[in-house]
């Protein structure tokens, strides 16, 4: 095949790990991977520090670690208003793949991707996905794909279905179809595409609700030792599987119809989630953070009240907007004795990241002692009944990457806990370090897959990856050099590919990123409620 006529169909499977893939296709529920695979070399697939989604998926497509892209989780820290905010294309430091591509004369599709938001501007087409406030929103910088989409697959929608673990197999039942369906819209939606963009070099169409259906409903799925053996239930639950193997059928047949390779990627694995660890309550037990005393306590409830007053009467014309929202400064939203707290963990997700207090004047002028001692106390911190570490990997960004987490606008320690669990950082009453958490009964696990199939491509369980390998391999198999932010290599199933580094640095930009776009309040809001409603923030 030359190169101007290669095509490629990439998968974006939310969270897939053989944990679950490989017993579904024992129990004969994913036909159309199966045959896939068959035809694949596949194996593992190593997500980013921290396997968080939106970090992920911008390594996905932009071959750089977090340090490099700027992205670390769905929001950010931003210290000079002291609010968290919501990531977002601008704010990706580096080209990404889809953008090298169309600069040089390729159409790429790309559906759903985390990441995208606001859509940038391609030869092709891309739709945003969960980062976008609204399937409007997302579709936005294409409006005549978007009057297409609407028309003709009116099932792909940006809805989400798993708001709680089911409480009933009807519950659990009635949500499977919905995720089954939007799977199928989102298959359907690269059928639109084909049609739109039909020079199309790359697909790229992403099954986001694959993730959270597994953060709620993972002993449902019943592979391992945490597992419920109810066959009605588990049978229930097959449906996600059931379609999303649909979907992946649809896209298959595409990819056969185009003469595509097909590449099957996870941003990051899965497996049981054992409970939460309260980071914050560590960091205040080593004397690193405080609690306000009681005169305090009122004084910031009283400010705390009054600023909700204020939310309250901008969003009452907006039922929908959350009413704690994310507006609120976290000097608000985090009860520390701010005078006293000389570092804290605002935001967390499948790792603590923990931030310098720079108001703290006693803690700006010894940096280095503060973030010593933070990691000091993570590491020392361990299970109270099994005596394992909590945070076995504490990582001092600043030593770490040779950068200045004050200026870059960085986490200054991200401390990622050990395997099945995941952090909390809410100033919940209580002082347990880890908590059981029947709310999210999955968590995230580093290890993912990756399946390429092609002509050319040996097939067999044999690839051991990693997520930054993804787009040097896509460049490389479009001819595309790979610039020096591209901290992987392409994948060595092709071995035959002629792969060009340039050596000259593409000078990823530093700082605290700023770009033109900003959330409006009422997006920012409408996300957060999104995060919160799929278990990511509370
Ligand atoms: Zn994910």
């Known amino acids: 095949m ?6 490629l169909v990439v998968l974006g ?3 897939a790990t053989w944990t679950v893939l490989d017993p579904m296709i024992a129990r004969g529920w994913m036909p159309n991977l199966a045959a896939l695979l ?3 070399a ?7 520090v921290p396997p968080v989604t939106s970090a992920a998926w911008t390594t996905m497509q932009t071959g750089a670690n977090p340090a490099i892209h700027g992205v670390f989780d769905h929001r950010y820290y931003d210290a000079a208003s002291g609010q968290m905010k919501v990531n977002h294309s601008g704010r990706i430091r580096v080209p990404t793949t889809w953008q090298l591509l169309s600069d040089a004369g390729r159409s790429v599709v790309s559906l759903n991707l985390p990441g995208t938001f606001p859509p940038p501007k ?3 087409v891309i739709v945003a996905g ?7 929103a997302a579709l936005t910088g294409y409006p005549e794909f978007a009057a297409k989409l609407k028309t003709e697959a009116p099932d792909y929608t940006l809805r989400y279905f798993w708001k709680r673990p089911p409480e009933t197999l009807e519950e659990l039942t009635e949500n499977a179809r919905l995720t089954a369906e939007s799977f199928r819209g989102r298959a359907e939606g690269g059928l639109v595409a084909d049609r739109f963009v039909p020079d199309w070099s790359v697909m790229m169409v992403q099954f986001q609700n694959l993730d959270p259906f597994q953060h709620r409903a993972w002993r449902y799925l019943n592979v391992d030792e945490t597992g419920i053996d109810a066959p009605a239930w588990n049978d229930a639950a097959g449906e996600v599987i059931r379609g999303l193997d649909r979907a992946v059928g649809i896209l298959y047949e595409l990819a056969e119809k185009r003469g595509a390779r097909v590449l099957a990627v996870s941003d990051h694995g899965f497996g049981p989630c054992l409970g939460r660890v309260h980071v914050n309550r560590i960091l205040i037990e080593a004397g690193i953070a405080a609690l306000p005393s009681t005169g305090g306590k009122l004084m910031r409830s009283a400010a705390k009240a009054v ?3 204020r939310l309250w009467s901008a969003k009452r014309d907006d039922p ?12 608000a939203q985090f009860p520390f004795d701010w005078n006293r707290t000389a570092a804290f963990a605002p935001h967390q997700d499948t790792a603590a990241m923990i931030y310098l207090n720079r108001k703290n004047a006693s803690s700006s002028g010894r940096r280095d002692d503060v973030v010593k001692s933070t990691i000091q106390a993570l590491e020392a911190a361990r299970h109270p009944e099994l005596g394992t570490p909590l945070f076995p990997q504490v990582i001092d960004m600043a030593a770490a990457h040779g950068l200045d987490p004050e200026k870059e606008g960085y986490p200054d320690v991200l401390a990622l806990p050990d395997e099945p669990y995941w952090v909390r950082t809410k100033l919940a009453p209580g002082s347990a370090w880890v908590e059981a958490d029947s709310a999210l009964p999955g968590t995230h696990r580093p290890e993912g897959i990756v399946a390429f199939s092609g002509a050319g491509i040996a097939p067999g369980r044999n690839l051991k990856a990693n997520l930054v390998d993804i787009a040097p391999t896509i460049l490389s198999l479009f001819g595309r050099p790979i610039p020096s932010h591209v901290e992987g290599s392409p994948l060595p199933c092709l071995p035959n590919l002629a792969t060009t580094r340039l050596d000259a640095p593409s000078a990823p930009l530093s700082g605290p990123h700023q770009s033109e776009f900003e959330y409006s309040a009422e997006d920012q809001a409408i996300i957060e409620q999104r995060l919160a409603d799929l278990g990511y923030l509370e």
């Not at 030359?2 to 095509?7: A, K, L």
């Not at 596949?42 to 980013?48: E, I, K, Q």
């Not at 929908?320 to 000097?331: G, H, M, P």
């Open 2 to 7: 030359s190169m101007d006529s290669e095509r």
């Open 13 to 15: 499977l939310d969270g």
């Open 38 to 40: 068959s035809r694949s």
């Open 42 to 48: 596949h194996g593992t697939l190593r997500s980013t």
């Open 122 to 124: 391609v030869r092709g």
């Open 130 to 136: 969960m980062d976008a406030p609204h399937l409007d």
């Open 307 to 309: 600023e909700n007053l």
């Open 320 to 331: 929908e907007a959350r009413s704690a929202s994310f507006d609120l400064s976290v000097f």
